[in-house]
């Protein structure tokens, strides 16, 4: 079996299927009524990511029923694009996360296209740096200095629900590009993005393949997903 974890702003689902037929054996999701979304302001839209992680780990709890879990080979997480977690030194959530459909960066993002140039960014970034998760984190920066200051690593949904599987921080280059992080022309983080927004580039999470192990599930995560310790994330 391979099992798929769907962070979704709605819902978090679970997917138990065979790997090699592709037959859905399973699926779950929670909660049963649409997760919480705050808005603080008119086209704000935040989550706490523990609450994506408290569905994960009841989705999980079902699909797993009645099968052998030693029978569980790999791992894949598909998520919510665009979101902005933010972690302190210790791995905890800084602030709650400002998600997809949050809208206050935009004007940041005008600004930064004009400022690199509309030829370069979508040349180099393949899109205007808009509304995406790097103008999100400039918003924090300008506007919440106080949170700013204490940051450690910078993740997409994703990969924030992969750290709480393996305690490792890792991130790829699709979930990058579509922070707006990544000039594709010169296949490295984005100088441009990183240079304007004054961002240092040790925030961000280390780089693995997209098909590649990024790492294992720990034994106490494990027990509570029950799942079987050592399950290598897979895709992400």
């Not at 940041?108 to 400022?115: E, H, K, L, P, Q």
Request: glycine share 6%; with cysteine.
């Amino acid at each position: 079996y391979i099992i798929g974890y769907d962070i979704g702003s709605s819902s978090v689902k679970a997917s138990l299927i065979k790997a090699e037929t592709g037959e859905v054996v399973s699926s779950a999701f929670y909660p049963k009524q649409e997760m919480v979304i705050t808005a603080k302001s008119n086209g704000w839209a935040e989550q706490e990511p523990e609450q994506w992680w408290e569905n994960l780990k009841k989705a999980s709890q079902d699909v797993t029923q009645n099968i052998d879990i030693n029978g569980i080979k790999a791992i894949g997480i598909s998520y919510q694009m665009h979101g902005l977690v933010l972690v302190d030194k210790n791995k905890q959530v800084l602030r709650d996360s400002i998600i997809w459909c949050d809208s206050r960066s935009v004007s940041i993002g005008d600004t930064a296209f004009n400022a690199i140039g509309t030829e370069k960014c979508l040349s180099h970034l393949l899109n205007s740096p808009g509304n995406f998760t790097a103008s999100k984190l400039a918003w924090v920066k300008q506007n919440e200095p106080h949170v700013y200051e204490k940051i450690a690593h910078v993740m997409l949904p994703g990969d924030f629900v992969s750290m709480k599987f393996t305690g490792h921080i890792t991130t790829s280059i699709s979930s990058l590009s579509e922070g707006i992080f990544w000039d594709f022309k010169n296949n490295e983080l984005s100088k441009d993005i990183l240079n304007y927004y004054g961002f240092d580039p040790s925030v961000l999470p280390n780089i693995q393949p997209v098909f590649s192990n990024h790492g294992e599930l720990l034994p106490e995560i494990a027990a509570k997903l029950n799942l079987k310790p050592g399950i290598p994330i897979t895709y992400k």
